[in-house]
């Protein structure tokens, strides 16, 4: 159908005939050609014209209609006895060459003008090979670059005088000396090639070469990119792909690009990974047939012909279809789903008359099983285009379905679709709409889907004119994009009910659609292709349950017509090692729990009170893993566990922290480790309350972004990763916690490096192995959920072994760890218990307190159970203390309590603080400086220092190496 331009002005009727001038307006010298991109108007003036005047517009002698868009447009208007029409180009193509044309015509006389001839120039395409090269290091050769520039013409060509195209280079975006390294320069109209020859040893380790080719209309430019690499670096080796496409020498990591391969054009890409060559990427080649049809698609939408050209344009993707059916590029289907998106834009201003049956078979054929591959390429770069294939058929049955005749219906069946049409006269008694349709015959797969529209929804609607379109799909389900864990488990069944060509609102009763399970899975939801989302083209909305549901079929019911489908949850069970790792944690933690309970009883204070907490928080994690796997991903209790699991994660890694926290704050006491120092109360019940509370804030954070719903992930019982909100609220507060226990890590050992001239060696060394210990648990605790969260998100088998591997031996870790603390614990209360005894001894009589007149040699002794007692002894008495008076025998029953009845173990550290002062020493031999013995019962002042000699090195069992290599036994 053409639409044309009339203008109509009443006048009285005369015998002459219409003159016709046609100017444009906007005059160039002669045979200067019109440049692409700039305006341009032609107007047509005629004089002496009757009423009704209708002016036409040519091309080539083919009619110009106003277009759907906005590139072509058409003025008129009318000067006391003159009319004027004008053609507007608002940016001239290639396409618009030819001879412009102005015919008008009344009721009686009809004119034509001589033709005015349009010639068009381009800006030069240039292509420049190669693109990229890689060479090695002191490789000897030359690289040759050769750089193509083409100007298209059409008829009319511009004159050949202005078919001059200039070459110049640039270098690393510096024009390019051309004296050292001269270029082969070769030309003729509309044409021009320059061939660079570069030797390797000219070459820098990056060189970025560009070729610039420019004439009247404006200049283009290639880059071609060489690197020169190391001899021990990691490439990918050149190889020829099964396309036909040479892949040259290719740093690992590094993407290169090589022309398409033959009868195609366009660019391939490659990624050289470190494992090897990667897929090649083909979404930018497509068939060189494929232009021509791009370009007739883009005449149409100016107006350059009418409703045959569709025919047309279909016709020549059939052909395109057939001849490459096996050998279909990714760029096809792009470029393919490009023009029916082209077509419906103008079909939708000139609605078709009737069904073209080769529409189903370029939609048909593009879905087919042998592009599957090429549809998983493009949904990586392109996640749209599949969706938008779908939505082109869905709107081309609805403009069939409202062309179609009142109570008439058409359908097509085709490999891999199946299209019925019907248009209902709503003046009749409207009865029950079924598709398939009742007696016809199908294709077997056809039968995984039906809908039911009752007569009642029909009635409801209020409207004489109806129409139904329903499109079911072979393989759509297969190619559409999905969600992470829930493939599609039916055919995809699009439907439309309009009402005087507007989309129905809401369907009640609503319709009843049925979907074979393609799979059986774990459940079931009915979902429906949402257009209105966020994303490209739409994604498919969370769903419902099913009305019913049987181990064959899925009924679901909805109020509004879209594209439907029936989504499976496949369910993955764990491995079994994921069960054994979670039983083998929960087991280790609860001995854990045990040995406390036995060992230290109400005694538990400091670091045990947060490894219980610890170990509590871990079993809880374990036992909601365990359970999490009997429920159902997407419901509410499944939620419940996901919340719990978050929270208890992340109290496992603060109460983590919060032991390393009191570690580095004991760190460098005088005790036999630090749980023996004294902790305050206030800071131990802050960590606790600050481990309980912090994982609230992000727990909180998720359930007010989406109530629950951010912890009801479609895949697993776990957060909704595919939300980076959710994402952040469960990788920040872990990375947080983590970063800052390795940080007091490194503040306990720093403080332990610094008092190792105050601290005993058995007692640093036993610290070190504390912290150790501590590092070891943290980085354990930090894999083993790590891979945790990857098992559960993807349910990778690797995964899922080394997460329940991990498992186990982070709850091997925990018992170790705690054990440990018990045993140190249990050391220091003994030692505590022992310093605060005082020094217990035989009370001699009165005789024997006076003979105590000598003074005993004395040394600086270290065991495993800290400083020894003796020298205690010693540094309190000094001069009248006597190992020959002193007895160590527990038996006997005459002890009494000396004046040091408590030693605190701080001010035992600042004691002995002042014992490495290695300046005061005065001899070369043991001594102690003198004091006085306090009575029973009194406090105690003064306690003398010993100050060891530095020649003397301190071993255990009681003995004292002398630097001159003889020995003393102590007792």
């Known amino acids: 159908m053409t639409q044309q331009t009339e203008t109509t002005q009443q006048s009285e009727p005369t015998s002459l005939q219409p003159n016709l001038s046609l100017k444009p307006l906007t005059e160039l010298p002669a045979g200067e050609p019109y440049i692409q991109g700039n305006e341009f108007s032609v107007l047509c003036e005629t004089e002496n014209a009757v009423s009704a005047v209708t002016f036409t517009w040519y091309r080539n002698k083919e009619p110009i209609s106003a277009g759907v868009g906005t590139r072509i447009s058409f003025t008129t208007g009318i ?198 060559w990667d897929e090649p990427n083909l979404v930018h080649c497509k068939h060189t047939e494929l232009l021509a049809i791009e370009e007739k698609m883009a005449s149409l939408l100016d107006g350059y012909g009418d409703e045959q050209v569709v025919s047309e344009i279909l016709a020549d993707l059939v052909d395109v279809l057939t001849v490459y059916a096996e050998s279909i590029l990714p760029g096809d289907l792009v470029a393919i789903t490009d023009i029916l998106e082209d077509m419906l834009v103008y079909l939708k201003v000139h609605q078709p008359d009737e069904l073209d049956e080769n529409f189903v078979f370029v939609v048909s054929s593009a879905t087919s099983e042998l ?62 709409f079924v598709f398939p349709v009742s007696g016809s015959e199908y294709s077997d797969w056809l039968n995984r889907s039906s809908v ?8 409801n609607l209020n409207m004489e004119d109806i129409s139904l379109a329903v499109v079911s799909y072979k393989n759509m389900h297969e190619i559409l994009p999905k969600k992470v864990g829930m493939p599609l488990t039916s055919a995809v069944l699009d439907i439309a009910v309009y009402t005087s060509g507007l989309k129905a609102g809401t369907l009640e009763p609503p319709i009843r659609l049925e979907f074979s399970s393609l799979q059986n899975p774990s459940k079931a939801i009915c979902t429906f292709w949402d257009y209105t989302s966020d994303d490209v083209y739409g994604s498919w909305n969370d769903g419902i349950l099913p009305s019913q549901r049987t181990e064959a079929a899925s009924h679901c019911e909805w109020d509004h017509t879209t594209s439907f489908a029936v989504v499976g949850m496949l369910v993955e069970k ?71 699991l978050h929270y208890f994660e992340l109290l496992s890694f603060c109460t983590l922290l919060a032991v390393g926290v009191l570690v580095a704050v004991a760190s ?86 610094a008092a190792r001239k105050i601290l005993p060696k058995q007692q640093l060394k036993k610290y070190y192995l504390e912290v150790a210990a501590f590092d070891v648990l943290h980085l354990t605790q930090a894999a083993t959920w790590t891979f945790g969260i990857l098992a559960a998100g993807l349910r990778n088998t690797s995964y899922q072994w080394t997460f329940g591997m991990l498992n186990c031996f982070l709850g091997i870790t925990v018992f170790v760890y705690a054990a440990l603390h018990i045993h140190m614990t249990a050391a220091t209360a003994e030692k505590q218990k022992t310093i605060s005894n005082a020094i217990i001894f035989e009370q001699a009589n009165d005789n024997d307190r006076k003979s105590m007149g000598s003074q005993s040699s004395a040394g600086y002794i270290e065991n495993d159970s800290g400083w020894d007692l003796d020298i205690l002894r010693r540094q309190s008495y000094g001069s009248q203390f006597s190992t020959e008076n002193f007895s160590r025998s527990k038996d006997s029953a005459r002890y009494s309590e000396l004046g040091l009845a408590e030693l605190d173990l701080q001010d035992a550290l600042k004691i002995l603080d002042g014992a490495v002062n290695m300046e005061n020493l005065t001899s070369q031999t043991p001594h102690i400086q003198g004091g006085s013995m306090q009575p029973s019962g009194s406090s105690v002042n003064h306690i003398p220092i010993y100050e060891p000699n530095p020649d003397y090195d301190l071993l255990d069992n009681n003995r004292v190496v002398i630097g001159n290599g003889s020995t003393t036994q102590y007792y």
């Not at 993407?255 to 990974?273: F, I, L, W």
């Not at 599957?372 to 294939?389: H, R, T, Y």
Request: proline share 4%; charged share 15%.
């Open 79 to 276: 000067t006391e006895n003159q009319y004027i029409s004008r053609i507007n180009f608002a940016a001239l193509e290639l396409r618009d060459t030819g001879e412009i044309q102005c015919k008008v015509h009344d009721d009686e006389n009809k004119a034509e003008s001589e033709p005015f001839c349009l010639a068009v120039l381009t800006v030069p395409s240039i292509r420049l090979t190669p693109a990229t090269w890689t060479i090695y290091q002191n490789e000897e050769g030359e690289v040759n670059l050769s750089c193509e520039a083409t100007v298209k013409v059409s008829s009319p060509e511009p004159d050949p005088a202005f078919g001059n195209i200039n070459i110049t280079w640039l270098r690393n975006g510096q024009q390019f000396d051309l004296t050292d390294i001269p270029a082969v320069v070769s030309s003729a109209p509309f044409f021009a090639s320059s061939h660079l020859t570069v030797p390797h040893s000219t070459l820098s380790s990056d060189n970025t070469f560009v070729c610039i080719g420019e004439n009247m209309a404006g200049e283009a430019s290639g880059a071609a990119y060489i690197q020169v690499i190391e001899q021990e670096a990691s490439v990918c080796e050149p190889e020829v792909d099964s396309y036909g496409i040479e892949w040259t020498l290719t740093r690992a990591s590094q993407t290169t690009s090589q022309d398409c391969p033959v009868k195609s054009v366009g660019k391939a890409y490659r990624v050289c990974e470190l494992s090897g």
């Open 371 to 432: 592009n599957f591959g090429n549809w998983n390429s493009i949904q990586m770069e392109l996640p749209g285009k599949v969706a938008s294939l779908m939505d082109s058929m869905g709107k081309y049955a609805q403009l069939i379905a409202d062309a179609t005749l009142p109570g008439e219906s058409q359908e097509i069946q085709d490999e891999h679709i199946v299209m019925h049409v019907a248009k209902l006269d709503g003046l009749k008694e409207l009865e029950e």
């Open 452 to 459: 039911v529209i009752e007569g009642d929804t029909l009635r």
């Open 574 to 644: 764990w491995e079994v090692i994921v069960t054994v790792g979670c039983i083998g944690c929960v087991a280790a933690c609860l001995l854990a729990i045990l040995a406390y309970a036995v060992c230290c009883g109400r005694g538990i204070t400091g670091i045990g009170c947060l490894i219980l907490i610890l170990c509590s928080s871990l079993i809880l994690m374990n036992i909601c893993i365990l359970l999490s796997a009997e429920q159902m991903p997407g419901e509410r209790d499944c939620g419940v566990m996901a919340l719990l």
């Open 668 to 753: 460098g006491t005088f005790s036999v480790n630090s749980q023996g120092a004294a902790v305050n109360p206030s800071l131990l019940l802050s960590l606790i309350f600050a481990s309980l509370l912090l994982p609230v804030i992000p727990v909180c954070a998720c359930l007010i972004m989406d109530v629950m719903e951010g912890y009801r992930a479609m895949s697993n019982c776990w957060l909704d990763f595919e939300n980076h909100a959710y994402v952040y609220a469960h990788m920040v507060p872990v990375g947080a916690v983590f970063i800052a226990g390795q940080i007091t890590s490194f503040i306990a050992l720093h403080r332990a490096w």
